[in-house]
């Protein structure tokens, strides 16, 4: 959630930033409150951040179960590799774009997506990739050869006649 969203909190009506109940303090890296958001109860937690460079940064995350603020945080965490997947498909391999009414059609578009996403994925191990949209690129910057090539290890990698 945007740290500029406005909520209820305790009867007043405030931008998540500006609870200081809800900032995290002194070696907590989490810390969650109830609020109203639209009508809703939800519980948001601050997730304290600190990247590869020392940089601090609190991060809200919202979530309709009760839970410890670290219960929230490892929860979204694992959810957070789902999130990556949908994102890749919808944007970069074109998830969103079978507009078949038959559904046999649209099933076998799925799965070629999420076969495209798992080349993406053994590539992006392969070559010690950050993620599956550099994977993308470089299978787009390849010519032809690589990717046939490629799709040969995959047969011997799954032992299967057709991939």
């Not at 305790?10 to 303090?25: F, S």
């Not at 109203?36 to 919202?62: E, N, P």
């Not at 997947?85 to 059609?105: A, M, N, P, V, Y």
């Amino acid at each position: 959630m945007h740290s500029n969203r406005v909520v209820e909190y305790k009867g007043t009506k405030k931008q998540l930033r500006e609870i200081k109940k809800l900032q995290p303090k002194g070696r907590q890296m989490s810390r969650t409150i109830t609020v109203i958001w639209k009508g809703l109860s939800l519980y948001i937690t601050a997730v304290k951040r600190i990247d590869k460079h020392g940089v601090k940064t609190i991060v809200f995350q919202a979530a309709t179960y009760k839970a410890t603020p670290n219960n929230h945080a490892k929860n979204y965490k694992r959810r957070w590799g789902i999130e990556k997947l949908f994102r890749t498909t919808k944007q970069s391999l074109g998830l969103q774009e079978c507009f078949s009414t038959k559904i046999g059609t649209q099933y076998n578009h799925i799965c070629a997506v999420l076969l495209a996403y798992a080349i993406t994925q053994l590539e992006m191990k392969k070559n010690h990739l950050k993620n599956a949209e550099e994977a993308i690129r470089r299978f787009k910057k390849q010519n032809s050869r690589y990717i046939n090539w490629s799709n040969a290890t995959l047969d011997q990698n799954f032992r299967v006649a057709y991939a």
